[in-house]
Antibody, heavy 123, light 107 residues
Framework: EAQLVESGGGLAQPGRSLRLSCTAS????????MGWFRQAPGKGLEWVGF??????????EYAASVKGRVTVSRDDSKSIAYLHIDNLRTEDTALYFC??????????????WGQGTQVTVSS | DIQMTQSPSSVSASVGDTVTITCRAS??????LAWYQQKPGKAPKLLIY???TLESGVPSRFSGSGSGTDFALTISSLQPQDFATYYC?????????FGGGTKVEIK
Protein backbone atom coordinates (compact mmCIF):
# COMPACT_ATOMS: atom_id res chain seq x y z
CA GLU A 1 0.00 0.00 0.00
CA ALA A 2 1.30 3.44 -0.91
CA GLN A 3 1.90 6.21 1.58
CA LEU A 4 1.99 9.83 0.51
CA VAL A 5 3.23 12.79 2.53
CA GLU A 6 2.75 16.40 1.44
CA SER A 7 4.96 19.27 2.52
CA GLY A 8 5.69 22.84 1.57
CA GLY A 9 2.48 24.55 2.63
CA GLY A 10 2.29 27.61 4.80
CA LEU A 11 1.48 31.29 4.76
CA ALA A 12 2.33 33.19 1.59
CA GLN A 13 1.61 36.66 0.28
CA PRO A 14 -0.48 37.30 -2.79
CA GLY A 15 1.61 37.32 -5.93
CA ARG A 16 4.30 35.07 -4.50
CA SER A 17 5.05 31.47 -5.50
CA LEU A 18 4.92 28.23 -3.60
CA ARG A 19 6.03 24.69 -4.31
CA LEU A 20 4.33 21.76 -2.66
CA SER A 21 5.94 18.34 -2.54
CA CYS A 22 4.38 14.90 -2.30
CA THR A 23 6.78 12.18 -1.23
CA ALA A 24 5.66 8.64 -1.92
CA SER A 25 6.78 5.44 -0.30
CA UNK A 26 5.28 2.97 -2.62
CA UNK A 27 5.34 0.54 -5.43
CA UNK A 28 6.85 1.68 -8.73
CA UNK A 29 6.26 5.39 -8.34
CA UNK A 30 7.22 6.13 -11.94
CA UNK A 31 4.44 3.88 -13.21
CA UNK A 32 1.56 5.64 -11.49
CA UNK A 33 -0.27 8.83 -12.29
CA MET A 34 -0.51 11.47 -9.58
CA GLY A 35 -3.12 14.08 -8.93
CA TRP A 36 -3.33 17.25 -6.88
CA PHE A 37 -6.55 18.39 -5.27
CA ARG A 38 -7.57 21.16 -2.92
CA GLN A 39 -10.35 22.00 -0.52
CA ALA A 40 -11.10 25.56 0.47
CA PRO A 41 -12.43 26.10 4.00
CA GLY A 42 -15.95 24.71 4.28
CA LYS A 43 -16.05 23.77 0.59
CA GLY A 44 -15.95 20.61 -1.48
CA LEU A 45 -13.12 18.88 -3.29
CA GLU A 46 -11.57 20.49 -6.35
CA TRP A 47 -9.17 18.85 -8.76
CA VAL A 48 -6.13 21.04 -9.55
CA GLY A 49 -3.67 19.11 -11.69
CA PHE A 50 -2.52 15.70 -12.89
CA UNK A 51 0.60 14.05 -14.21
CA UNK A 52 0.78 10.71 -15.98
CA UNK A 53 3.37 8.05 -15.33
CA UNK A 54 6.51 7.63 -17.42
CA UNK A 55 4.89 5.10 -19.71
CA UNK A 56 2.62 7.90 -20.89
CA UNK A 57 5.36 10.48 -21.07
CA UNK A 58 4.61 12.22 -17.81
CA UNK A 59 2.18 14.53 -19.57
CA UNK A 60 0.04 16.90 -17.53
CA GLU A 61 -3.50 18.23 -17.25
CA TYR A 62 -4.72 21.29 -15.35
CA ALA A 63 -7.96 22.74 -14.10
CA ALA A 64 -9.03 25.89 -15.93
CA SER A 65 -9.14 27.79 -12.64
CA VAL A 66 -5.36 27.46 -12.23
CA LYS A 67 -4.08 26.89 -15.75
CA GLY A 68 -1.15 29.13 -16.53
CA ARG A 69 -0.26 29.57 -12.87
CA VAL A 70 0.24 25.96 -11.84
CA THR A 71 2.82 23.35 -12.89
CA VAL A 72 2.78 19.71 -11.85
CA SER A 73 6.03 17.80 -12.19
CA ARG A 74 7.66 14.67 -10.84
CA ASP A 75 11.06 13.30 -9.96
CA ASP A 76 10.73 9.56 -10.26
CA SER A 77 14.25 8.98 -8.93
CA LYS A 78 13.14 10.52 -5.62
CA SER A 79 9.48 9.35 -5.73
CA ILE A 80 8.29 12.94 -5.39
CA ALA A 81 5.56 14.82 -7.18
CA TYR A 82 5.44 18.62 -7.12
CA LEU A 83 2.81 21.31 -7.43
CA HIS A 84 4.21 24.73 -8.21
CA ILE A 85 1.81 27.66 -7.90
CA ASP A 86 2.76 31.06 -9.25
CA ASN A 87 1.11 34.41 -8.63
CA LEU A 88 -0.76 33.19 -5.56
CA ARG A 89 -4.23 34.57 -5.00
CA THR A 90 -6.31 34.67 -1.83
CA GLU A 91 -8.67 32.17 -3.46
CA ASP A 92 -5.81 29.63 -3.55
CA THR A 93 -6.18 29.33 0.23
CA ALA A 94 -7.03 25.68 0.81
CA LEU A 95 -5.91 22.33 2.13
CA TYR A 96 -3.96 20.71 -0.70
CA PHE A 97 -3.87 16.95 -1.18
CA CYS A 98 -1.83 14.77 -3.45
CA UNK A 99 -3.18 11.40 -4.48
CA UNK A 100 -2.08 8.49 -6.61
CA UNK A 101 -3.76 6.04 -8.88
CA UNK A 102 -3.11 2.33 -8.58
CA UNK A 103 -0.95 0.55 -11.17
CA UNK A 104 -3.32 -2.41 -11.09
CA UNK A 105 -6.67 -0.63 -11.26
CA UNK A 106 -8.43 1.30 -14.01
CA UNK A 107 -7.16 4.85 -14.51
CA UNK A 108 -8.82 7.95 -13.18
CA UNK A 109 -9.43 6.79 -9.62
CA UNK A 110 -7.30 7.87 -6.69
CA UNK A 111 -6.63 5.05 -4.27
CA UNK A 112 -4.03 6.65 -2.04
CA TRP A 113 -4.05 10.12 -0.52
CA GLY A 114 -1.70 12.22 1.53
CA GLN A 115 -2.81 13.91 4.73
CA GLY A 116 -2.85 17.34 3.13
CA THR A 117 -0.83 20.52 3.52
CA GLN A 118 -2.44 23.87 4.29
CA VAL A 119 -1.79 26.85 2.05
CA THR A 120 -2.92 30.26 3.27
CA VAL A 121 -2.56 33.26 1.00
CA SER A 122 -2.80 36.52 2.82
CA SER A 123 -1.01 39.84 3.03
CA ASP B 1 -16.88 20.07 -18.60
CA ILE B 2 -18.89 17.27 -17.03
CA GLN B 3 -21.01 18.50 -14.14
CA MET B 4 -21.70 16.10 -11.28
CA THR B 5 -24.85 16.67 -9.26
CA GLN B 6 -25.21 14.88 -5.94
CA SER B 7 -28.34 14.56 -3.88
CA PRO B 8 -29.28 15.02 -1.21
CA SER B 9 -26.78 17.58 0.07
CA SER B 10 -27.34 16.25 3.57
CA VAL B 11 -29.21 13.39 5.19
CA SER B 12 -29.97 12.57 8.81
CA ALA B 13 -30.01 8.91 9.67
CA SER B 14 -29.71 6.54 12.60
CA VAL B 15 -27.31 3.72 13.25
CA GLY B 16 -28.62 0.68 11.42
CA ASP B 17 -30.41 2.64 8.71
CA THR B 18 -29.82 2.25 5.00
CA VAL B 19 -28.79 5.42 3.19
CA THR B 20 -28.68 5.97 -0.57
CA ILE B 21 -26.88 8.90 -2.18
CA THR B 22 -27.26 9.64 -5.87
CA CYS B 23 -24.97 11.29 -8.37
CA ARG B 24 -25.96 12.43 -11.83
CA ALA B 25 -23.50 13.32 -14.59
CA SER B 26 -24.32 16.01 -17.15
CA UNK B 27 -23.33 13.60 -19.90
CA UNK B 28 -22.68 9.88 -20.16
CA UNK B 29 -19.56 8.69 -18.37
CA UNK B 30 -20.02 4.96 -18.76
CA UNK B 31 -18.74 3.45 -15.49
CA UNK B 32 -16.01 5.99 -14.82
CA LEU B 33 -17.23 7.00 -11.39
CA ALA B 34 -15.76 6.86 -7.90
CA TRP B 35 -17.15 7.46 -4.43
CA TYR B 36 -15.08 8.89 -1.59
CA GLN B 37 -15.70 9.31 2.11
CA GLN B 38 -14.22 12.28 3.92
CA LYS B 39 -14.17 13.16 7.60
CA PRO B 40 -13.42 16.69 8.83
CA GLY B 41 -9.79 17.68 8.39
CA LYS B 42 -8.89 14.34 6.85
CA ALA B 43 -8.05 13.14 3.37
CA PRO B 44 -10.74 11.56 1.22
CA LYS B 45 -10.88 7.79 1.27
CA LEU B 46 -11.76 5.84 -1.85
CA LEU B 47 -14.74 3.55 -1.27
CA ILE B 48 -15.94 2.52 -4.71
CA TYR B 49 -14.39 2.86 -8.16
CA UNK B 50 -15.53 1.96 -11.64
CA UNK B 51 -19.07 2.62 -10.35
CA UNK B 52 -19.42 -0.63 -8.43
CA THR B 53 -16.01 -2.07 -7.50
CA LEU B 54 -15.40 -2.07 -3.76
CA GLU B 55 -11.97 -0.79 -2.81
CA SER B 56 -9.86 -3.27 -0.89
CA GLY B 57 -10.49 -3.07 2.84
CA VAL B 58 -13.79 -1.21 2.56
CA PRO B 59 -16.69 -2.90 4.39
CA SER B 60 -19.25 -4.68 2.25
CA ARG B 61 -22.08 -2.52 3.63
CA PHE B 62 -20.94 0.02 1.03
CA SER B 63 -22.10 -0.64 -2.51
CA GLY B 64 -22.21 1.31 -5.75
CA SER B 65 -24.40 1.03 -8.80
CA GLY B 66 -25.21 2.77 -12.03
CA SER B 67 -23.82 3.51 -15.45
CA GLY B 68 -24.07 6.26 -18.01
CA THR B 69 -25.41 9.31 -16.18
CA ASP B 70 -27.05 7.99 -13.01
CA PHE B 71 -25.22 6.45 -10.09
CA ALA B 72 -25.89 5.58 -6.48
CA LEU B 73 -23.95 4.83 -3.32
CA THR B 74 -25.80 2.73 -0.76
CA ILE B 75 -24.69 2.31 2.82
CA SER B 76 -26.49 -0.59 4.49
CA SER B 77 -26.76 -0.84 8.24
CA LEU B 78 -25.16 2.53 8.94
CA GLN B 79 -22.40 2.41 11.56
CA PRO B 80 -21.19 5.25 13.83
CA GLN B 81 -17.96 5.58 11.85
CA ASP B 82 -19.93 6.15 8.62
CA PHE B 83 -21.08 9.63 9.60
CA ALA B 84 -19.06 11.72 7.17
CA THR B 85 -19.30 13.56 3.87
CA TYR B 86 -19.41 11.57 0.66
CA TYR B 87 -18.33 12.74 -2.79
CA CYS B 88 -18.68 11.27 -6.25
CA UNK B 89 -15.98 11.92 -8.87
CA UNK B 90 -16.08 11.32 -12.60
CA UNK B 91 -12.97 9.89 -14.25
CA UNK B 92 -14.29 9.87 -17.81
CA UNK B 93 -12.49 12.96 -19.02
CA UNK B 94 -10.56 16.03 -17.96
CA UNK B 95 -11.24 18.20 -16.10
CA UNK B 96 -11.90 15.71 -13.35
CA UNK B 97 -14.96 16.84 -11.44
CA PHE B 98 -16.61 16.09 -8.13
CA GLY B 99 -20.15 16.25 -6.92
CA GLY B 100 -20.92 18.85 -4.28
CA GLY B 101 -20.93 16.32 -1.46
CA THR B 102 -23.49 14.68 0.79
CA LYS B 103 -23.15 15.03 4.53
CA VAL B 104 -24.49 12.05 6.45
CA GLU B 105 -25.43 13.19 9.92
CA ILE B 106 -26.66 11.46 13.03
CA LYS B 107 -30.40 11.76 13.59
Amino acid sequence: EAQLVESGGGLAQPGRSLRLSCTASTFNFGDVAMGWFRQAPGKGLEWVGFIRGKRYGGTTEYAASVKGRVTVSRDDSKSIAYLHIDNLRTEDTALYFCASQSPIAPPGFFHYWGQGTQVTVSS
Amino acid sequence: DIQMTQSPSSVSASVGDTVTITCRASQGISGFLAWYQQKPGKAPKLLIYAASTLESGVPSRFSGSGSGTDFALTISSLQPQDFATYYCQQAHSFPLTFGGGTKVEIK
